[in-house]
């Protein structure tokens, strides 16, 4: 199974381009809507919000999750001089936030641009603003606007509770490395549509369901909003890289323990063997600090095997990296397991 790799990172822009911090997702929704609708396929949203696509096909029906939230802000305080606090959505270091661009998402509609510093953003000003200790109430968004009194930041129409889209500083460079913030989880997305569009025509070897979460960064992403005959369910979110893993950038994640559980035994393995098979490059691995849209299905009570697959990515919640080759990977795994994959447990 090929999966088209300009379609993939052209899908892949066009979610990286719009905002979508846990929270506000309407944005996305339809842009994902629209590449869906461009290949012929039409999706149902549970209550509380994302895409569910069901595909028709016989064998142990499983679900594969990405999610399309991210990271963000939002609007705490408004202080005299205009400039804002927030509040994270979403876990990060306030130090992967410091210097950035980012996009007020007014509820009134309008928007603004501003960057995020702390109290003390000049070495020429301050006696020593790297001790500054790096916490949310030292940091401010200064607008790019003329305004130097909290009621003239009102007057634009910027209120408390407003979101907070970080630029995502997008760059897909000739050699296959792409970097951005928010690979997580559009990344993952990215690929769910790549074999979405590779599987048209094609006879699936199981029921499969592709579930687009939005409450994924906040941990209830796909507590809910499961199809009731769902038995396995594969999360495709990041890998890690970084010291002491054994991730790469140009293969495929699947992991076999994270934070919070280890994954299906049974599932794992039909991932490693399905991989090995297509000759697929591919690492296991264990994620300390990490949770996924499986873990939130399964402590939401859903009886169901869980698997996670992903592309390499490093520096995560952060200004991430990975490369084509580990989208490849991740697409082409899926892929495979959905059209040869027997299911997890043997009968
Ligand atoms: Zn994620």
């Known amino acids: 199974m090929d999966i088209d790799m300009l379609f993939l990172k052209e899908c892949l822009a066009r979610l990286l381009r719009t905002p979508s911090p846990t929270g506000y997702p309407r944005e996305v929704m339809v842009v994902v809507e629209g590449i869906l609708r461009e290949l ?6 549970p209550r509380k919000g994302g895409l569910l696509v ?13 999610h399309l939230d991210t990271l963000g802000g939002m609007v705490r305080e408004i202080h005299s001089d205009g400039t804002l606090s927030f509040v994270r959505v979403g876990t990060y270091m306030m130090q992967s ?9 007014t509820r009134k509609g309008p928007r603004f641009s501003g960057t995020i510093f702390t109290t003390e953003p000049s ?4 006696d020593e603003p790297a001790k500054l200790e790096r916490k949310p109430a030292n940091y401010r968004v200064l607008l790019d606007e003329r305004v130097h009194k909290a009621e003239e930041t009102q007057a634009l129409g910027i209120q408390v509770g407003d979101f907070i889209a970080l630029d995502p500083r997008t760059v897909f460079l000739p050699n296959g490395f792409v970097k951005s913030r928010h690979l997580d989880d559009k990344a993952g997305a990215a690929c ?10 094609e006879t699936m070897h199981r029921a499969v369901s592709f579930y687009f979460t939005i409450y994924e960064e906040v941990g209830h992403g796909a507590a809910a909003g499961i199809p009731a005959d769902v038995e396995e369910i594969l999360s495709v979110d990041i890998g890690l890289v970084g010291q002491g893993q054994t991730s790469a950038e140009t293969a495929v994640t ?9 994954y299906d035994y049974d599932l794992t393995e039909t991932l490693v063997r399905t991989a090995e098979a297509r000759g697929i490059p591919y690492r296991l691995d264990v994620f ?16 169901l095997r869980a698997g996670l697959i992903g592309p390499g990515v490093f520096a995560t919640h952060f200004y991430e990296r990975t490369h084509e080759e580990g989208l490849q990977a991740t697409a082409r795994l899926l892929a495979a397991l959905l059209l040869e994959g027997e299911g997890s447990s043997a009968t």
């Open 54 to 66: 069901r595909l028709p096909g016989y064998g142990r029906p499983l679900l594969a999750t990405a």
């Open 97 to 105: 936030v410091e210097g950035e661009n980012c996009t007020i998402l």
């Open 288 to 303: 300390p600090h990490y949770g996924s849209d499986a873990d939130a299905a399964l402590n939401a009570g859903h009886d």
């Open 254 to 262: 699947i992991c076999a323990k994270d934070a919070a559980s280890p």
């Open 192 to 201: 769910l549509l790549a074999v979405l569009q590779a599987l048209k025509g």
């Open 40 to 45: 012929g396929i039409t999706a149902g949203s």
């Open 123 to 126: 070495v020429h000003i301050y």
